[in-house]
T-cell receptor, first 110, second 116 residues
Framework: EDKVVQSPLSLVVHEGDTVTLNCSYE??????LLWYKQEKKAPTFLFML????IEKKSGRLSSILDKKELFSILNITATQTGDSAVYLC??????????FGKGTKLSVIP | DAGVIQSPRHEVTEMGQEVTLRCKPI?????LFWYRQTMMRGLELLIY????????DSGMPEDRFSAKMPNASFSTLKIQPSEPRDSAVYFC??????????????FGPGTRLTVT
């Protein structure tokens, strides 16, 4: 059974801090790893990574995949209160479906 | 361009009643997914369709749950009879899946179901 584990489960930081969220996986026929941000509504897509060692960036967010060690990290620099959310990691395998981790709840306090 | 549309946004019903959740995927997307999210279990895939055909329904909890996709622009998830443990947020998501690749899925706003 495919497994996606995120850590930490929750995190509280001050505005301006840098955070690193972790995602490890055990997936048969791994194809891709995706990050989503979920505020009080639906998950919204952030990144999809398929190649090892290539960083994807969007503003203050960046992510990288290590296919040898089977993990990914999501970095957020200069955090803002608007970054407060649950961050979900998901893997895509041989079929079209995604397997989601339980998420990391990030709280950014002023 | 409209995203994934779900209705109703909130549903409160009594145990034993039938509940029908509706979803309209993004135009042009050929795969549709139904998820359930709870605090305890996180986001769980219930069933997904590719080109209107159910591909994997192994996540459907029991026979009380059924899903249909009569055409490319509409799907329903039905619970009959509903039970309090079915209370959760139900999300529909869609993607344009080709050649076995996993593409990013786009989620609807969800239906918050409460069964009393």
């Amino acid at each position: 059974e495919d497994k996606v584990v995120q850590s930490p489960l929750s995190l509280v930081v001050h505005e301006g801090d840098t955070v690193t969220l972790n995602c490890s996986y055990e997936v048969t026929n791994f194809r891709s790893l995706l990050w989503y941000k979920q505020e009080k509504k639906a998950p919204t897509f952030l990144f999809m990574l398929t190649s090892s060692g290539i960083e994807k960036k969007s503003g203050r967010l960046s992510s990288i995949l290590d296919k040898k060690e089977l993990f990914s990290i999501l970095n957020i620099t200069a955090t803002q209160t608007g970054d407060s959310a649950v961050y979900l990691c998901a893997t895509g395998a041989g079929s079209y479906q995604l397997t989601f981790g339980k998420g990391t709840k990030l709280s950014v306090i002023p | 361009d409209a995203g994934v549309i779900q209705s109703p946004r909130h549903e409160v019903t009594e145990m034993g009643q039938e509940v029908t959740l509706r979803c309209k995927p993004i135009s042009g997307h050929n795969s549709l997914f139904w998820y359930r999210q709870t605090m305890m279990r996180g986001l769980e895939l219930l069933i997904y369709f590719n080109n209107n055909v159910p591909i994997d329904d192994s996540g459907m909890p029991e026979d009380r749950f059924s899903a249909k996709m009569p055409n490319a622009s509409f799907s329903t998830l039905k619970i009959q009879p509903s039970e309090p443990r079915d209370s959760a947020v139900y999300f529909c998501a869609s993607t344009a899946a080709l050649g076995g690749r996993s593409y990013e899925q786009y989620f609807g706003p969800g239906t918050r179901l409460t069964v009393t």
